[in-house]
């Protein structure tokens, strides 16, 4: 558990709407004063940013309607930012995602500072619509942007002794006025198993909407893995390690009984504070009926055997 936290917030708040209120109170307080100093940027009403050369990979994606651009870039978790949904938007303007570099480490022939379009430049983008499945029981459909996390890896040549990958989001408090608030014991960490991360689904996405990715999305390099619940997909990533042991996640740190390091979406595993048989899709209204949550998001057929012979009640 982090040792600085200040003792009102719970480490476990991945916040479910009921307690939003409280902790945004405290946080008006704890660190109002370093959020206001950035400059509140208005929520873009269209898609806005540079425009993506892409194909779009149909058989991959669902058939579901992608939500608002505004939804999907005004409705966010990105905690360095601050802790409430409309908070990224607001602030990741101080966010500078050029230039850009990834630091690769640990089990792997190619390491050191790679420059974000030399590791993306042999790859030719794609656009896969996924769901997203939040732990917080709420979902969206986003049109993504980017390559298969695979193709990236490969060209990185894991050596034989890495069982894991594990991601690192930028931390610097410059940048990221929430890095002030230990919410979280800094920098956001993430990992996979090696083989759910060679998994074809698995995205190292760099847009959506055919834009770049905007800030507050998790410019300018972000996973998504469809299957998991939507703390696993990091977003700014500044390194990727390969590594022999499974890596310590940030979410998993803060509340280990609550988050584990798989993390798949699950209906059949309730959170601790609350039912994950159900979710509410982001902009459908409020008096829009729930809809069930799928096993691994509806993504089973996919991604199940991965998983054959684990606990996955034991292992959430
Ligand atoms: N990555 C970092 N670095 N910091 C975060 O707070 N939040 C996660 C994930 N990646 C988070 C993060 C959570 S809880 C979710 S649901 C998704 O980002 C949200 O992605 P979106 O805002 O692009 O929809």
């Known amino acids: 558990m982090p040792r600085h936290r200040p003792p009102s917030i ?58 608002r651009w505004e939804d999907v870039t005004g409705y966010n978790n990105f905690y360095e930012f601050g802790t409430d949904k409309s908070d990224p938007a ?81 931390n610097d408090p410059a940048q990221m006025p929430g890095l002030r608030v230990p919410v979280l014991d800094w920098p956001y960490a993430e990992g996979l198993r090696i083989d759910e991360a060679m998994h074809p689904l698995a995205l190292l996405a760099v847009g959506l909407y055919g834009r770049v990715l905007p800030n507050q999305n998790g410019a300018p390099l972000r996973l998504v893995v469809p299957w998991k619940y939507g703390f696993k997909s990091i977003k700014s990533i500044v390194r990727i390690d390969f590594t022999e042991r499974m890596p310590a996640t940030s979410w998993n740190r803060a509340a280990p009984e609550e988050y584990g390091f798989y993390a798949n979406v699950n209906p059949a595993v309730d959170h601790p504070r609350w039912s994950q048989k159900t979710e509410r899709r982001i902009g459908a209204g409020l008096f829009a009926p729930r809809q069930p949550t799928l096993p691994f998001n509806g993504y089973a057929e996919q991604v199940a055997s991965l998983y054959s012979g684990l606990d996955l009640r034991r292992n959430f």
Not at 20 to 26: E, G, K, N
């Open 10 to 67: 719970r480490p476990s708040e991945i916040t479910p709407p009921e307690v939003y209120a409280s902790r945004r109170r405290f946080l008006a307080g704890a660190a109002g004063l370093a959020l206001a100093a950035a400059v509140p940027r208005a929520r873009a009403e269209g898609p806005e940013g540079a425009v993506l050369d892409y194909r779009r990979n149909a058989a991959l994606s669902t058939s579901e309607t992608p939500n």
């Open 90 to 170: 607001r602030y990741a303007s101080t966010l500078r995602p050029k230039p850009w570099s990834v630091v690769v480490g640990g089990e792997a022939e190619v390491r050191g500072r790679i420059a974000l379009e030399d590791l993306l430049k042999p790859h030719a983008l794609e656009e896969r619509i996924y769901r997203l499945r939040c732990v917080e029981a709420w979902s969206m459909v986003i049109p993504w942007v980017g390559v298969p996390l695979a193709e990236v890896l490969k060209r990185l040549k894991p050596t034989s002794r890495a069982r894991y990958v594990a991601f690192t989001t930028l």
